[in-house]
């Protein structure tokens, strides 16, 4: 399977990473270039193969629904690009 | 006073025991060590001033004969780990300026056990890279220079290889007397391997990844790079434990490692699989696996072939998992809550201009092929078959094992290390192909250890690699003691980093 520039620039706008015009045929090859590495994936045989969850089997530990972590404001915005009264800013995203 | 960075880690241990110096006098010959050593790029950010804080705290213990396994023992930490207070990049400029309020669980118990911390080991940008070009802080130059066909040293640029180059540069150049590492697909081993070092990556859930950057998380362990087997085993007994911040953490009382080193290998059967006997491996790297084979069988050890047939896919499996895993983790760093931020028209212009702006090229790449094999209609074609290939990969070690296999050993890489700028710069899959004996591992979640067992014909060090049952890292210490043992001593070139 190979992808079209089009369908780079659709990747680009999922993945929410900016590509410019210039950059777009060079991706698309090296996007090439990997789907055509794990394209010998398709002769493997999976029928009836569970795909892997764990090394060793092993039940997930819980524990109970409760509190306890909070009131770490000051934590939580340290590193905050942009940040005021005790909340991120963000553009406006309603218009 | 002899040269304290020339001490391995156990050395340096029982010279603090015995009192023959002090944590202050050893941690201050590796501070002025790695300040000469600029040149080499090992560390993003050096913490002098905490390590020295650290080593006088350590002091106090030890003049009380008190304090933990590390105690005063000067590490370094790949950038990779959270560390409260301290800048934390994974070596991408997205995170650049960014201050962990938090303490990896990891480096949390190394400081429990008494470590000091001599800074932050640079790395391939969000450990992507098996040559640590891909950082934005700049390649780390390996210590070891190539020989020419004459005989005569280049000064061409070896890469310590990635993604954990920083850690191995460091551990070999004696910037360090260890260091903590991280391995996705071969990032602890390939890059001991190219520089002579030991490197393990335990068993999957062994270490806690909590508070460490995430790349792959079914795939990323933490573990050790060390110069001596011995080393890696102590420092992995610090670094590994239960978590209950990491859901996938190993619930069983982590082993003292270091009483395997030097246990007898006899009688174990090693597995010697012959899908990894690659059609054009070179005629060196198939002679040292070859003489790693005699020199287990002179120890005791028992050797059979075994298969392992679906070998061959697992690389390219590994190309769908890792990106797959690593487009949704890194959907955080979007310019709202830390790291860089580039302004734009609205909202999802500021998200497409950071992390345009904000990641490498590599890491762009990456989130891209993730981004496509994970969307509408790709999701079973691509993802899901990728971890049924693993079911399949993981059986194949399953049924070894079950038939008596203790390990299994094979060579680290296909090639010793190469120059800067020789390899992948047209065709990334050139570049992954470094990880062709190592991935399997992260595929199947065991453990690995690297281990240097002889030099290349142009001067450069080589390793075997021992794969090991799930949570059997000890026999792995014990049969990598015996490689170190038989192999001939590595010495690394005089120095000329300063």
Redesign the interface.
């Known amino acids: 399977m190979s992808v079209d520039l089009a369908t780079v620039r659709r990747i680009a706008h999922l993945a929410r990473i900016s590509v410019s015009a210039d950059e777009a045929p060079h991706l698309q090859n090296e996007l090439n270039a990997i789907l055509g590495f794990v394209e010998e994936l398709n002769s493997v045989d999976v029928e009836g193969v569970e795909p892997m969850t764990s090394v060793l089997p092993m039940r997930m530990k819980k524990r109970a629904d409760e509190i306890t972590d909070g009131d770490i404001v000051e934590k939580v915005l340290a590193n905050a690009p942009a940040r005021e009264d005790g909340f991120f800013v963000v553009p406006k995203v309603i218009e | 006073m002899t040269d304290l960075t020339r001490l391995t880690l156990a050395q340096a241990r029982d010279g603090l025991k015995a009192k023959s110096f002090t944590s202050v006098e050893l941690t201050q010959a590796h501070i002025d060590a790695v300040a000469r050593a600029k040149q080499l790029n090992c560390y993003i950010v050096e913490t002098p001033e905490k390590a020295l804080a650290q080593a006088k705290a350590s002091d106090a213990k030890l003049a009380k004969a008190e304090g933990g396994a590390l105690e005063g023992l000067p590490l370094g930490i790949k950038d990779l780990y959270c560390t409260e207070g301290v800048q934390t990049t994974a070596g991408s400029h997205i995170l650049e ?3 962990p ?2 303490e990896s669980t990891v480096t949390t118990n190394l400081w429990r056990d008494g470590a000091v911390m001599l800074g932050k080991l640079n790395l391939d940008e969000f450990a992507m890279g098996s040559s640590n070009e891909t950082s934005y802080f700049g390649p780390v130059v390996s210590p070891w220079r190539r020989k020419g066909a004459d005989g005569k040293i280049s000064d061409a640029k070896i890469v310590p290889g990635g993604s954990s180059g920083g850690s191995s540069a460091a551990v070999a150049a004696h910037l360090c007397l260890g260091a903590t590492a991280t391995d996705t697909g071969g990032s602890i081993r390939q890059p001991a391997a190219f520089t002579g070092t030991v490197g393990i990556k335990p ?3 062994r270490c806690s990844r909590w508070g460490i950057v995430a790349f792959a998380s079914s795939l990323d362990q933490a573990g050790p790079i060390a110069r001596t087997v011995r080393d890696a085993a102590i420092l992995l007994r610090s670094m590994a434990g239960h978590d ?1 911040k990491d ?2 953490s ?2 069983a009382p982590v082993p003292d490692y270091e009483k395997s080193v030097g246990a007898s290998v006899k009688g174990k059967v090693i597995g010697i699989p012959k899908e990894y006997r690659l059609d054009g491996m070179s005629a060196e790297i198939a002679a040292l696996w070859d003489q790693g084979v005699a020199w287990l069988r002179a120890a005791g050890a028992e050797i059979r072939e075994i298969s392992l047939p ?1 070998t ?2 697992a690389l ?2 590994y ?2 998992v890792a990106p797959a895993e690593a ?1 949704s983790n890194l ?1 955080r760093y ?8 580039k ?2 028209k ?8 950071t ?2 702006e904000g ?1 490498g090229k590599e890491v ?2 990456r ?3 993730g ?2 094999v994970l ?1 509408a209609g790709y999701y079973d074609a ?1 993802y ?9 990969i ?1 059986r194949d070690f399953d049924l070894a094992y079950a038939a008596g296999v203790d390990a299994i050993l094979t060579p680290a890489t296909p090639s010793p290390a190469f120059a800067q700028g020789e390899k992948g710069s047209s ?3 050139e570049m ?1 192909l470094n990880d062709v004996f190592t991935v399997t591992v992260n595929m ?3 453990p690995g250890l690297v281990v240097p067992a002889g030099m290349s014909s142009d001067g450069l060090p080589l390793g075997l690699q021992l794969i090991g049952r ?2 059997e890292e000890e026999t792995l210490f014990s049969l990598g003691e015996a490689i170190e043992q038989a192999a001939p001593k590595i010495v690394l070139p005089e120095s000329w980093w300063g």
């Open positions: 300026g960014f201050v309020q938090y068993t999957y859930g209950a859901t996938t190993f619930d679906h061959r896919h390219p499996a190309y769908i487009s959907a979007d310019g709202i809550r830390y790291g860089l931020r302004t734009g609205d909202i999802a212009d500021l998200y497409e201009k992390r345009a990641f762009r790449r989130i891209m092929i981004t496509y969307s691509y899901l078959r990728a971890q049924k290939i693993r079911t399949l993981k065709d990334p899959v992954y199947a979640g065991l799930p949570f």
